[in-house]
T-cell receptor, first 117, second 109 residues
Framework: GAVVSQHPSWVICKSGTSVKIECRSLDFQATTMFWYRQFPKQSLMLMATSNEGSKATYEQGVEKDKFLINHASLTLSTLTVTSAHPEDSSFYIC?????????????FGQGTRLTVV | LAKTTQPISMDSYEGQEVNITCSHNNIATNDYITWYQQFPSQGPRFIIQGYKTKVTNEVASLFIPADRKSSTLSLPRVSLSDTAVYYCLLSGSARQLTFGSGTQLTVLP
């Protein structure tokens, strides 16, 4: 099946610094990618929809200036957590939609564990 | 956004067949039904997708009644490694993917 690669798998950063997470679709092009956040024992929460060549669409309550999304190519979307704080510590997951199939399947990266100290 | 409802948790024993049902009463005409599996600290893994009737692949079967207001994921002969959270989602061409609470399946020896 289609492969989505997310990097890094885990990162520890100091409060106030910024962290960039990359999401790549390895064997298909993705005009749409999704970014999720997941806290322990909870479900995935959609943060934003990343659209190639245009601005991302953010879910209600997600600060666009804090979570910067760039989808500059059909295979790469990045999420930058700016001025990170301990409450931003979470599991971040991206997904990309394989639109070659009729079902518009979405495949997920392996996730990034962010710890802000 | 379309909402799906699943049982919060299920227990089973090794070698048994497990059926997890998902309700999606307001499914749209262009929605496909997709199931994912998630292990701790990993991204969700695609299991199966269907539109109507029955779909089968090497790991699972998906049963969808004619009204499409529900679906059932069937896992044959589960093993301990099938312990995970299973999510049912609706995915249409213009629909964002929204995760419900999922079903925590625990397979016991």
């Amino acid at each position: 099946g289609a492969v989505v690669s997310q990097h890094p798998s885990w990162v520890i950063c100091k409060s106030g610094t910024s962290v960039k997470i990359e999401c790549r679709s390895l064997d298909f092009q993705a005009t749409t990618m999704f970014w999720y956040r997941q806290f322990p024992k909870q479900s995935l929460m959609l943060m934003a929809t990343s659209n190639e060549g245009s601005k991302a669409t953010y879910e209600q309550g997600v600060e666009k200036d804090k979570f910067l999304i760039n989808h500059a190519s059909l295979t790469l979307s990045t999420l930058t957590v700016t001025s990170a704080h301990p409450e931003d510590s979470s599991f971040y997951i991206c997904s990309a939609r394989d639109e070659r199939g009729a079902g518009t399947e979405a495949f997920f990266g392996q996730g990034t564990r962010l710890t802000v100290v | 956004l379309a909402k799906t409802t699943q049982p919060i948790s299920m227990d089973s024993y090794e070698g048994q067949e497990v059926n997890i049902t998902c309700s999606h009463n307001n499914i749209a005409t262009n929605d496909y039904i997709t199931w994912y599996q998630q292990f701790p600290s990993q991204g969700p893994r695609f299991i199966i997708q269907g539109y109507k009737t029955k779909v089968t692949n090497e790991v699972a079967s998906l049963f969808i009644p004619a009204d499409r207001k529900s679906s059932t994921l069937s896992l044959p002969r589960v093993s301990l490694s099938d312990t995970a959270v299973y999510y049912c989602l609706l995915s249409g061409s213009a629909r964002q993917l929204t995760f419900g609470s999922g079903t925590q399946l625990t397979v016991l020896p």
